[in-house]
Structures are given as C-alpha cells and as structure tokens.
C-alpha cells in the first residue's frame, strides 16, 4: 500500500467516522449533476426578457397578493397565539395557504442569488421572521392550527397530524423545506434554515417505523426533505422521505381517519395510496400530488440506488407520456380530482392541466433525464416547458391561469391570484430557476437538454468549462455551441438531438406527425460534418480532446408540422395540432375574424412561418388557408378563409374568445355557424342569477345537450322559476320557438328543467303563446313548438327548474 493509497484509506475511515456520528454520505447520487442556474446566463431574446418580468412583475406580485390575502398575517396572528392571544382567526380560506408564502420566498431566492437586490431581500428577511415567531416551541409549524379560533376548513383535523388526508401539514413543510434551502443558498443565511431544520427534527421525532405511519396526503415534502439532506448532510431527512415514499399504500401502523361519516385507512388512487409505491404502474390520481410523489422518488431512487423505485418510476413514466400527456404538455385531464383520467382520455375544452400539474411534472422529467440520461424526458421536459408552463402566465407577468384548457369557447381568462393560489407563485420559483434546467454534468460528460442564447460555467474532466450558445431558438432551429475549457480536455458534449427534429413529437406512439419531415437535422463540429446516425439514448455523443474556440453547430430545421393524436384519443379525432420547433400553436379568435370552431384546416393546405416582432412581444406566427363551415339558405356550406396560428402559451392575452389546439381536419369535426336568424336580432335579458345569457342566441349548433361549450345557465339555483327574453326594436311576426337544453348529468348540476312555455308581450303584459302541440323535455335534440303566430316586440321563455337541479339553455332559435 502506498503512502498516498493509505492516507487514502485513513481520510475514509475518519469521514466514516465523522459520518456514522451525525451524517452518512450517499451511497449513490444521480448520475448527472445539473448546471445550477447561477451559472447559466441566458442572453437570448425568448427567456432573458421573461426571467425580467418574473423578477420585475411577477415575484413582487406574488409577494403582495400573499399579504393582501392574509397569508402573511397568519403567521402574525399564529405568533399572537404562542404569546397567549385567544381572538385569533385564520384570515385565509386554506390551511395551506402558508406554502404560497414559502413558494414566494422559494422564487425570490432564486432571484437574489442571481443579483443583489436589497429592497427584494429586506421584504424576504421580514417575511422569514414573521414565519420564525409562528413556528411553536417544538419546531410545529401550521398557522391554521397554531391561531386557533375556528378552523378554516374541517381539513385541519382534531389535532396535529391526524387528519393527513387533506390537512396538508406536511405538504406546506415541503415547500418550507424548499424555501429554505433556496434561500440559504442564494444568500448564506441561516433564517429559515434553521426553522426548517427544527421543523424537520420534529417530524422525524414524529413519524417513522414504530412511531406514527401515516403519510401526507398531498406529497411535496419527500422533496423538501431530500433538499434538506442534501444542504445539511443529514442523513435521517433522506431516510424519513423514503419512508413517507414507502408508506404509502401500506396499512400497517396507520391510524384510520374520517371522511365524509366513513372510517378509512388508505387515501386511495386520488393520492397515490392505492397500493405501495413500488407496485405502482399507472399515472394516477391528483397530478400535482402525483407529479410530487414521482419527482420526490427519483431524488430518493438517484440518492439510494433503489432499482425498485426506478423500475415503478419508469412503468408510470410510460402511461403518463403514452396515454395521458396532452399535446401541450399539460398533465391531468379530469377537473373533478384535478388529476389523471383513464388512458387516451385528454378532452380538450374541459382540459384541467393545471399549471402545478405541469410544472410538478417537468420537475419530474428533469429529474428522470438526470437517472436515465435519456432524451426522452428531456423532450417532455422541453414540450412542458415551452408550452404547458408558459401557458400558466401572462405576458405581462401578473396574471395566471388555473387550468390551462387546449379549447375555448371565451370563458377563460388568467386573473390575478385565485383563493386557492398554488400555481402563481410556482410558476414564479420554475421561471426564476428555468437557466438550471438547461445542462446537466457528470464526470467526463456533458449533457446540453435545452437550447437558447447565453453563457454558462461548469467543472468536467477536471477543468472549468464555459460554453456559449448563439441561437434565435425556439424561432430558428440554427445552434452555435463555442466550447471552451480552461486548458485541453477530454470529455463528451452530449448534444440533445429533439424528438421534434427526429419526427418523433413524443417519446410514445400518442402522437405522430402526419406529413413526412423535411429535412433532416446535421452536426458540425469545427466545420467538419458529425455523423449524427447512431444516437446513444436520443443525443449525440461527441468525444474528444477539446480546445478553447472548438464549435458546434447544431442546424434543427423547423418546418411547419402537423401533429394527429393517437386514434384512441376520441377528443382528438378529425382533428389536427400544428406545431414548429418545440412549440404548439393555437388558432385565437382575434387573428381570425372571431371564431375557431367552424373552421376545418384540410390536409395539405400549405402553412408559413412568418415573424411578427410586433405581435405578442415577437412571435412567428403560422399562416395558411382554412375552410370556414357555415350556412346558407340552410344548406351548409364552407368557404376559404385565411388562417393564423400563434404559439399556444401566447393566447389569452388579448381578451376573451375563441381558441383551438387541435383544430378540426374535416367538415363533420367543425361547428357551423348557423345563418343569424330571427333570434340573432334580438336583445337578451335573464333572471337573475343567469350566466352567459348572451350564450343562448349566439348561433352555435351544440353536438350534444352535455356539451360543454357555448351554453347559459342558472347553476347553483334550484327549483325556481327562471325567464329568457328576447326583445326587438320593432315587433316580429313569430309562430315557431325551439330549445335546445343544456343538461350535464353526470358531471355537473344542470337538468333539463321541469316544465316550460312561451309567452309573449302584448302591450305591458306577457300572455302565453297558443301552442300546437306540447313543450318537449328532450336531451340531445332540439325541442320545438309550433304556435298561433303573434307580432310583438318581445318574447319569453319561461322555465320551471327542477326540484333539486339547475337548468340551463345551449340555444334557443325563433321563427
Ligand atoms: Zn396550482
């Protein structure tokens, strides 16, 4: 043994040492490390301006919104409480409230470790104090409880942890967790570390084999934990994240809760506690939960080596990415558990795809390409990216959406904060973080997974490397990669080489492009061409002894595309996405003359990427010629018309209407807009408590009474008597009325009503119509009657609403 080898073995036998007193080092970790976004400034024209607005616009707003709120007063009010106040009262709706203000600091780290900024660190320092003085002796830390008074929700449980199912004690810690990591190390401040630590200490106490068994509800803090570990060396956080991993599905040692009057053990499918982890195959239940849970047990499989974790990760992996992943990258279909529908199930009008789902599953799939070094889930990562996340916020910054639908019919609309107010200041810590998602690094290797402008700093080979990127992506497919290490090395630039560019949208069969590729995508390094054939795991490989000034170019060509969803996507049928590059394109009313539905965009109808500097702060638009479906003289008809596409995340900025993802490929998929009749004339006035009462005369032709666009109603009334009227500036002459009922029976509160009539006006007096026949209750169908003809100025329909159901009105035409 040399002097060397053995100092070797000496310095391993102390860290053991050292280690099995107060920390263990991992046995294993991912096998790439990612560039942190400290050292990734992108200069390019798409992100730069975006990560300004965050940091300008967006973190500020989230800070204020959480005060205004009350968020932050809770932590007062709980810190009142410690010191013996008893009139307190949680202020917020949500007992989860407290993880939006840890999201808020969470992202303004990220911001102040990218530039001092002295008036943002100030508002962070008094944030963590008030959080601090709310955190009770032993390290438990829930405003919702802490205040006392009543509680804001039957959620919080009886006492501390007992109803876990949805208190989401635990859930609020992760992001705690999270927070404070982000914020010590953007700042060397151990503020909130130091609460999290006690917290976490406490749980650790708390729960764990023999002692409580129990797991959150809502996943989130396998993460914060695995942060925790990894800023601390603390070995138990590592260890207590696998068990809450672990415990799920699993009774032994559980305590039985109450829901809704039953007694349960298990949480089920909705969190991801149907069976144990490791059992798992399906991506199911809520998405965000679901997201937390798999990103939480990559961290824990990369940091144990636990080949069972990784085999269920990469089974759930493949039904998420083959039969739930919306073309935008949008995860979670189903409203109703905010979550995971059945496989091939994606509707597009009802999409819920909520932005955390998204985000929670982007911070998964970097995760997955970290463990498996594929490009696979870098291309998923990249289509979340650009076009499920983005799509959560506005241009200006400060507006959000909760969902984020693939259609609209002008009901959606971002808004500043919502009551229950998870995705704003997420979107705000992912944007902040975006440069850190960009390359990831292992001892000889370099992984470059996403492409735009900038410069970035990272060890390989023992060197210190910079590498620069000169590109216009995501609007040209044109990359310049300059590779400059401090002296000669040897090592692999693994270059990811996109799905898109490979004519291959996902890594799955559920989506495909239509047309064959033009073009084919090339390498060159130092001028000389790459043979790009064999990609090892979707990259390309290029190892060799690298010099300053050595480059890359990456040429991507970006055709047009047309994308057709896998035949089992009912929702998709007859129907056509576009995209170019890693973005998908919508068609938006205000480019196209105000409506989306009817119009058919045909196989072959040539489609143009154009520039528009001016548009939607720079975007390049799609042109092209569609069909719009319409009729005349009661024939349908359809006429060429031009059509413009715009990037999906761009939409909804300019106010509300029409828009479509996947718009329809043939005539039979499209809406007719129907010849205005007399109807369309006329002034609509409701009862109260009408919504979208101008809905009933706007010409569109329902497919069936349950669908969801372009309908009235009087949700949540029930029993009343309701009214429409239609009124003219000059009387009309009417004998024919004909309803078209909205009834969603099975999903929502609406029926068709209990009964109805006609009346009209003659002189200050509504009077009944004389009707031929009677005055049907048909789902699916028009419900027409025929009557005596009248002339007047105004026209009613008269609606008696079930005993325990709403009613509602798709379309109601006159004649
Ligand atoms: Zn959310």
Redesign the pocket.
């Known amino acids: 043994m040399t002097r060397a080898r053995l100092a070797g073995v000496l310095a391993g036998a102390l860290l053991m040492i050292f280690a099995s007193a107060c920390s263990q080092p991992p046995k294993a970790d991912y096998p790439a490390t990612p560039v942190p976004f400290t050292d990734v400034h992108l200069t390019d024209a798409f992100w730069a301006p975006r990560l300004d607005t965050n940091r300008t616009v967006t973190i500020p707003h989230v800070i204020e919104e959480s005060e205004r709120t009350g968020r932050v007063k809770n932590f007062e009010l709980a810190k009142a409480a410690l010191a013996g106040a008893t009139d307190g009262k949680y202020c917020s709706r949500f007992p989860f409230d407290d993880s939006d203000v840890y999201k808020a600091i969470e992202a303004a780290s990220y911001a102040l470790a990218t530039g001092a900024d002295p008036e943002l660190e100030k508002s962070v320092d008094g944030l963590i104090a008030k959080i601090a003085a709310a955190q009770e002796p032993d390290g438990y830390l829930y405003a919702a409880r802490t205040i006392g008074g009543p509680p804001p929700q039957p959620w919080l449980g009886k006492e501390r942890w007992s109803y876990l199912y949805m208190s989401h004690e635990l859930y609020n810690l992760g992001h705690l967790y999270e927070a404070a990591v982000a914020h010590y190390q953007a700042t060397g401040k151990k503020s909130l570390l130091a609460v999290a630590v006690k917290s976490a200490n406490l749980v650790a106490r708390e729960f764990g084999p023999g002692r409580r068994t129990n797991p959150p509800g809502h996943e989130e803090i396998e993460i914060g934990l695995v942060k925790l570990y990894r800023a601390t060396g603390t070995r138990k956080y590592l260890d207590l994240a696998k068990f809450f991993i672990d415990a799920r599905g699993r009774t032994a040692g559980r305590v039985p809760y109450e829901n809704d009057g039953r007694t349960e053990l298990l949480y089920g499918e909705y969190a991801q506690d149907h069976k144990p982890f490791v059992e798992q195959t399906e991506a199911v239940g809520h998405a965000?939960r679901a997201g937390y849970l798999y990103a939480g047990a990559a961290d824990v499989a990369a940091l144990t080596g636990d080949a069972a974790y990784i085999a269920a990760l990469e089974k759930i992996w493949a039904d998420m990415a083959g039969t739930k992943l919306y073309i935008t990258g949008g995860i979670g279909a189903a409203g109703g558990w905010e979550g995971y529908g059945p496989p091939y199930r994606l509707p597009n009008l009802s999409a819920y795809a909520?932005?955390?789902?998204n985000i929670a599953t982007f911070l998964w799939n970097s995760r997955m390409q970290r463990l498996g070094l594929d490009a696979k889930y870098a291309d998923v990562m990249e289509r979340i990216l650009y076009n499920g996340v983005l799509s959560g916020i506005s241009l200006s910054g400060d507006r959000f959406f909760?969902p984020n639908p693939l259609a609209s019919f002008g009901q959606h609309e971002r808004v500043p904060w919502f009551s229950?107010a998870?995705?704003p200041p997420?979107v705000a810590r992912i944007l902040t973080s975006v440069p850190g998602y960009f390359y990831a690094a292992s001892n000889d290797r370099v992984y470059v997974n996403l492409f735009a402008q900038g410069r970035s700093r990272m060890k390989v080979a023992g060197t210190d490397l910079e590498l620069a990127q000169t590109t216009e992506y995501p609007w040209k497919g044109d990359i310049k990669i300059e590779v400059r290490p401090a002296r000669e090395a040897e090592f692999t630039l693994a270059v990811r080489i996109p799905g898109w560019a490979l004519n291959r949208p996902v890594p799955t069969d559920l989506y495909a492009y239509s047309e064959p590729p033009q073009g084919e995508p090339t390498l060159k390094v130092n001028g000389e061409a790459f043979e790009l054939g064999a990609l090892d795991k979707g990259y390309a490989l290029i190892k060799r002894t690298w010099r300053a000034g050595d480059v890359v170019d990456l040429s991507l060509p970006m055709p047009v595309r047309r994308v057709v969803a896998n035949e089992a996507v009912e929702a998709d049928r007859g129907r056509v996405a576009v995209e170019r590059g890693p973005l998908v394109y919508c068609a938006e009313w205000t480019d196209n003359g105000g409506r989306i539905s009817n119009l058919v965009l045909p196989d072959g109808a040539a489609l143009t990427a154009e520039m528009r500097p001016d548009l939607l702060n720079g975007v390049v638009v799609i042109k092209g010629e569609a069909e719009a479906v319409g009729e005349k003289a009661g024939r349908v008809v359809s006429e060429k018309t031009p059509v413009t596409l715009i990037p999906y995340y761009a939409w909804a900025n300019r106010g509300r209407g029409e828009m479509e993802v996947w718009l329809a490929r043939e005539p039979s998929k499209a809406r007719v807009v129907r010849e205005p009749g007399l109807a369309a004339k006329a002034a609509v006035a409701a009862s109260d408590g009408a919504v979208n009462p101008k809905r009933a005369n706007d010409g569109f032709e329902p497919e069936s009474s349950d669908d969801a666009a372009g309908y009235m109603h009087w949700w949540p009334k029930k029993g009343t008597a309701e009214w429409i009227d239609y009124s003219f500036e000059t009387p009309v002459r009417v004998s024919e009325s004909s309803v078209y009922w909205f009834d969603d029976t099975g999903g929502g509160g609406c029926r068709v009503p209990a009964s109805w009539r006609i009346l009209y006006k003659a002189g200050e007096e509504w009077l009944p119509v004389k009707a031929a026949g009677g005055y049907g209750l048909a789902k699916d169908a028009w419900n027409t009657v025929k009557f005596a003809p009248v002339r007047t100025r105004a026209l009613r329909l008269e609606i008696k609403l079930q005993e325990n159901w709403a009613a509602g009105v798709h379309e109601w035409t006159i004649k």
């Open positions: 965000v909520e932005t955390c789902a909760y229950c998870c995705c997420n």
